[in-house]
């Protein structure tokens, strides 16, 4: 979830930065000008095909575009583009949308294309627009192929279209998504496990309760009357000042909000609200978003928001108090005539205690939400999961990543060995924040799939910045050994976190 034009930006992130643009190792090479001219697509299950040399510039290989529309079933038109480059690794690499749309943006692929993959995009079976326009969900076909199936068949047949064109099948392929991606690459993983060898899924809008969250974040501070920017940075510098350097370090950073417990009281006014202090309704609405509300079955109605990222919420929440959500609920609004339908919600008044359950038990979240904790399909299958969260992520909480870990640990003996999940401080949704916001995630999962060894850290970055730091496999959380350059990933160990 991000506006329209970070969508790209957010999802380039995801598949990681790091580039090589040297031949990859045991390459198929062609003259990619002649064959892509004489590429008979006919067979393939494309409609409206269309293949376009595009020669190579500003580092980027020459590579075949094709492109055109999936019709799996009446009422289904999934748009995909593949991008077959003239060497080819013999591995594909999928991408997935943000927000509500696909993605099929050549920024998305840049990077795996440098590196010889062939590239798989799709639109997610509608037009691409604004990123928070799902009104095409009340048509059933589109409403599965945005939830489930536009993946997918962009995969099956992507496959089918780089075995044609290089006469050769694929040896591996790789799955990257962030936001709206990364809950695709989950419900690849659960309901189409052959499709993938190793998949990375970042911040995934993977349930609906993101989109309940969105609107009762929106909901307390409408009530509370709002926060300020200001208001916003001076609870976050006092979180700050508190717990920036439970990890050794005072950097900026917290490490592991969850263990921070700083309480918005220690800055309440005594007297008149003033720009050095908060009100009273303002301090018990920061209490209510930093601890989540639970609907009465337990389930989470609305996701906790993490101390020290408070200055980042207001691009995806009315913190202002004046109700006005920029991403309309997540797009929840959007979907009133799906989830109630002869119904006018009263978002102003949403409740926990029956609408959340409306929403959680719909038909139409039992097609999009991609929840299940049981991956031996995919494991027993050699396929391995990488999930990663930014810390000070205000749209999808880290949070519901963690549940999420914690079940799939409890239930898949092979996740040991086959998932990790990386939490990255300071960063917010598939990037920027203060933190460290550039994961090595292509490289990892290549090294993860040819050494069968499961990663411990990664390495993260920060663009046109000296920052880099050690993210840990969670649960555990990276500590400064308390001396040594902070930049240093030497400088920092793993360990359990402290709450």
Known sequence: MRLTASIAAAALLAAGCATDTSQPSGAITYNGVKDCAAFNVAGLGLADAKTTWVPGKDALPSYCEVSGTLHPVAGSDIGVVYRLPEAWNRKVYGVGGGGWIGNTALQTVTDALRRGYATMSTDGGHPIGNVWDNSWAVMPEKAKDFSYRAIHEMTAAGKKVAAAYYGKKHSRAYYVGCSTGGRMGLMEAQRFPADYDAIVAGAPVYTLQVQTSSVLRTNVFTQSGGLSAGDLKLAENAALAQCDADDGLKDGLINDPRSCHWDPATIQCSGAKTDSCLSAPQVAALKTVYEGIKSPDGEWAMLPMSRGGETTWSFFVAT?????????????????????????????????????????????????????????????????????????????????????????????????????????????????????????????????????????????????????????????VAHYKGSGDANDPASWSCAAPTS
């Not at 119904?343 to 939400?369: G, I, K, L, N």
């Open 320 to 476: 202002d108090g004046k109700g006005k959500d920029p991403t309309q609920g997540g797009g929840l609004v959007g979907l009133g005539p799906v989830i109630f339908p002869g119904r006018t919600v009263d978002w102003a008044h949403f409740s926990a205690a029956t609408d959340v359950p409306q929403v959680r038990s719909s038909a139409f979240a039992a097609m999009y939400e991609a929840k299940d904790p049981n991956l031996s399909p995919f494991f027993q299958r050699g396929g391995k999961l990488l999930m990663w969260h930014g810390l000070s992520d205000a749209g999808p909480s880290p949070v519901g990543s963690t549940d999420y870990a914690r079940a799939v640990m409890a239930q898949n003996k092979a996740a040991a060995d086959q998932y990790r999940l990386f939490l990255a401080p300071g960063v917010g949704h598939c990037g920027g924040g203060p933190g460290a916001d550039v994961l090595p995630l292509l490289d990892t999962i290549e090294t993860w799939d040819r050494t069968d060894v499961a990663p411990e850290t990664v390495v993260a970055s920060k663009r046109d910045s000296p920052l880099k730091r050690l993210d840990c496999a969670w649960p555990k």
